[in-house]
Each structure stands twice: as structure tokens, then as C-alpha cells.
């Protein structure tokens, strides 16, 4: 019985797998294929806008990555979103000679120093009566940083043949008078041996949002701080992706309402409008609207100002949207001011998104995209490339993929969604659902002489 069990569920599983719906080439419209940089397992593809100009669906589910051997590939579509860009600035420090005692603390230090109009330290020194030493304070000014978070100063020094480590204290101030203690425990150090070295050279300035500060050497520390030769701010900043600019004309103005009508001619993803104003001197108030379908209603996007003032050197020419794939686009302006009638020109700021791709299989691979037969997203490999991203993998780990020329595939053809096709059964199929019948009776039969066991009177 078990063994015919098994026999009913592998066939019955052959039958499930064989009603898998399957695409091929010459179900998108349009295809271009790929140029691979360099040999790698992953590769990436800034998507073109001819894409976006012929996919189907907004959300792009209408993207297929083919081989050789017209099998589909895993892939997966992104955005780059933010970048980070490791940042160096030069920050200007004065060497202070520490007083007779040699243990002031910053509110016993009387400087004199000099500063320019927007506060920036020229000159420091200290004041009273001085003798010759070695021992030295560092003031530093933050104008420039006192406002960027997660910064580190990065120090240099003069060179020394010398292993040496120190503890230095680190003090904040907005007005060189009144400081407040920052870090009272810093180690700097430089050490060597048997061609090895150890150097600390970096202070966090997470928590130092002073205009001015001040590293000096702890009293109780014997070892002396080498002459810095130099000062660095070094600091991460999300620099904000760029954006590609599709240039539009209206297909329709109405002059006394002061409606603009523009069709981008595809399904872009747009975070910003850019308008080129007809003349200098100029301002306007703009609402901007969006729709997918000329039958849908019309959705508020964003509203600003945009002006291009010469005399005053103000310019503004860009208002930031909720970010929209629609096709459709309406703006609204003041009829009295308008934004050239039918010579209206604005820009649609769109960021483009990265096709994620396995290598699985010969090349070449071909991106295939417009379809209204394809019904999902592609999710084979959606987990596993997102969390690659989330690991932070190298960005070598991934391989640049570029396109060449774009082909017709099925056309206009691939647009029209697939008429249901009579059901014909054949022969083996009227076999799998008689085999499919059988091993239900199998278990229904199973199932009763099972529950008789169970309850058969013992006089029985």
C-alpha cells in the first residue's frame, strides 16, 4: 500500500510541475542585450530609458533576463538611493606653550588671539610670563565642522625613532573662554618593533560640536606629544543620487486656468520637476499633478515656487515631488504669470534603477521588457541579491553590465493579453486524473480499514 502511495505522489508531483506557466523572448515586445565587464557570478544594469518607455506595468514586473539557452535568469531591480563619500578638510591649529606650572586647565588659559570678522582663529598664543619647554597645548578651529556628524580628527606629527604613548584631554568652547571637558581620556601613541607598528592617530568628534577645541596633555602623563605637523577632519557625507533629466513640451495648454498638460511617453521614476522659465526675472507659484491613466483622477505630487531673479542672484527652477512612475503630468501655475504658453519647457528629474542579475548559464544574456502576458515580478532570487546588498558586499563582488542596441521582439503583439485557449485534454492527461482518482480510493480505503481496526469490539 505505502509503495503505491509513493508511486501516486510522484506522478501527481510530475503533473503539478508540467502546469508551471513558462515566458520566452517572444513574450515581450523588446529586448536588448547585454555586455558583460569582466567574468563574475553578478552582474548590475543601470536601466536605460528606452526601458521605461516600453515596459507595460509602472512597477516594472514586465523585466525578464534571458541566456543562451532562452532560460530565464534570477534578477532582481534596485535603486542606488544615497551614496557615501568619505570626506578630508584641513583644520587650521595654533601651538600654545604651556605655563610655568605646566598643568593649566582650559579655564585658567589667558590667550591672545586673534580672529577675523566670521570668527576664525589667526593667530593664538598664550600670555604671562613663559619659560622654555616642550610641553604643549593644541587649539583648533571647528568653524567650518562645528554642524557634520561622525567626524574623527586625524593627526600628524613630526617623525620619532622614539615608541611613545599619551593621554591627552580634549575641551570644547564657542567663545575661547568658557570650555567644557570633552574627553578626558584619549590615547595617542606610536609604537615599534620587529617592523611592526602600532600608530593612534584619530580623536572622535562625535560629541565635540565646539566651535574651538583644545587637546591638552593630561598633568599626571610623562610622555611628551611630538610637534603635530598637521590637522585632518575626515567625515562621511550621503551625497544624493543623480538624477537624469527627460525634457517635455505640452501636448495641451489652457491659457485661462493656466494648465499645462505633458505626456512623458513612459513609466519614469520621477523625484523632481525642473522648469525652464520663458524669461529672466521671473517667479511662479506651481502645483504639480500626476495619473497613470488619461481615466484616472489626477493626484497632488508637489507645489513650490520656482523664480529666476538676476538683480538679487536668486534662483530656483527645481521643486522635489513625491516620487511617481505615472505617465501623465499636470501643472498648474498662476494664468496671469504662466510658463510660456505652448513654448513651455519643463524636466523630469528621474533616478534609474539597477537590474541585479545572476550569470546562470551561457551567454549572451539578453534583458527582455514589455509584456502584458507576464503577470509577476520576478522573485527567484529577490532574498538572496537583497541580502547581498544589506551585507555591505564589495561593490567588485558585482560586475557592471551595459546594453547595446534595442531589438523587436514580438512587438506590438507582446501588449495584447493572451486569449484563454480551449481546453483540450489528451489521452495522458485522462491517464493522470485517472491515476489522480485511484489514489484517492487508495486513501479513502486506507482510511477505513484503518478506523475499523481502532474500533473492532473485542468479542470480534
Not at 422 to 437: D, F, H, M
Request: glycine fraction near 6%; proline fraction near 4%.
Amino acid at each position: 500500500m505505502r509503495k503505491n502511495i509513493l508511486i501516486f505522489l510522484v506522478l501527481l508531483c510530475g503533473f503539478v510541475t508540467a502546469s508551471f506557466a513558462t515566458y520566452t523572448k517572444q513574450d515581450f515586445a523588446y529586448g536588448m542585450q547585454l555586455q558583460l565587464a569582466g567574468t563574475g557570478s553578478i552582474y548590475e544594469l543601470v536601466v536605460p530609458a528606452s526601458v521605461y518607455q516600453h515596459v507595460n506595468y509602472a512597477d516594472l514586473r514586465d523585466i525578464r533576463v534571458f541566456n543562451a539557452q532562452e532560460q530565464i535568469v534570477p534578477s532582481v531591480l534596485s535603486t542606488a538611493g544615497k551614496s557615501k563619500t568619505i570626506r578630508l578638510r584641513n583644520i587650521p591649529f595654533f601651538q600654545i606653550a604651556k605655563n610655568q606650572t605646566g598643568n593649566q586647565v582650559p579655564g585658567d588659559l589667558q590667550l591672545k588671539v586673534s580672529r577675523s570678522k566670521d570668527g576664525t582663529v589667526i593667530s593664538a598664543k598664550t600670555t604671562g610670563a613663559q619659560r622654555e619647554t616642550k610641553k604643549f597645548d593644541y587649539l583648533f578651529d571647528m568653524s567650518a565642522l562645528r554642524n557634520i556628524d561622525g567626524a574623527k580628527l586625524i593627526l600628524s606629527w613630526q617623525p620619532t625613532s622614539n615608541n611613545w604613548m599619551t593621554t591627552v584631554k580634549l575641551y570644547g568652547s564657542d567663545d575661547l573662554q568658557n570650555w567644557q571637558l570633552i574627553n578626558d581620556n584619549i590615547t595617542l601613541a606610536q609604537l615599534k618593533r620587529d617592523g611592526q607598528e602600532i600608530v593612534h592617530r584619530s580623536i572622535d568628534l562625535s560629541a565635540a560640536h565646539y566651535r574651538y577645541l583644545l587637546l591638552s596633555r593630561a598633568k599626571d602623563t610623562a610622555a611628551v606629544l611630538p610637534q603635530l605637523t598637521q590637522s585632518v577632519a575626515q567625515w562621511a557625507s550621503l551625497e544624493q543620487p543623480q538624477l537624469n533629466w527627460l525634457s517635455l513640451h505640452p501636448n495641451d495648454v489652457v491659457a485661462n486656468t493656466g494648465e499645462y498638460f505633458f505626456d512623458a511617453q513612459g513609466h519614469f521614476p520621477v523625484q523632481a520637476i525642473k522648469f525652464i522659465l520663458p524669461q529672466v526675472n521671473m517667479a511662479a507659484d506651481v502645483q504639480v499633478f500626476s495619473r497613470n491613466d488619461p481615466k484616472d483622477v489626477w493626484s497632488l505630487v508637489g507645489k513650490g515656487s520656482v523664480y529666476d531673479l538676476q538683480g538679487e542672484q536668486r534662483k530656483n527652477l527645481t521643486v522635489q515631488i513625491t516620487p511617481s512612475t505615472d505617465r501623465y503630468w499636470r501643472i498648474v501655475a498662476d494664468p496671469a504669470t504662466g510658463l510660456g504658453g505652448n513654448n513651455a519647457v519643463v524636466e523630469l528629474g528621474w533616478e534609474p534603477h539597477l537590474l541585479v542579475f545572476v550569470a546562470q548559464g551561457q551567454g549572451p544574456f539578453m534583458a527582455a521588457y514589455g509584456s502584458a502576458h507576464v503577470e509577476d515580478a520576478d522573485t527567484s532570487a529577490e532574498n538572496v541579491l537583497r541580502n547581498l546588498q544589506a551585507n555591505n558586499a564589495p561593490k567588485t563582488a558585482i560586475k557592471m553590465a551595459y546594453p547595446s542596441a534595442e531589438q523587436v521582439l514580438a512587438g506590438d503583439s507582446a501588449y495584447k493579453p493572451l486569449k484563454a485557449a480551449p481546453v483540450v485534454y489528451s489521452s495522458k492527461q485522462y491517464i493522470l486524473w485517472g491515476i489522480l482518482a485511484i489514489g484517492v480510493i487508495l486513501l479513502l480505503l486506507m482510511a477505513w480499514s484503518l478506523y475499523k481496526q481502532l474500533y473492532k469490539k473485542p468479542s470480534e
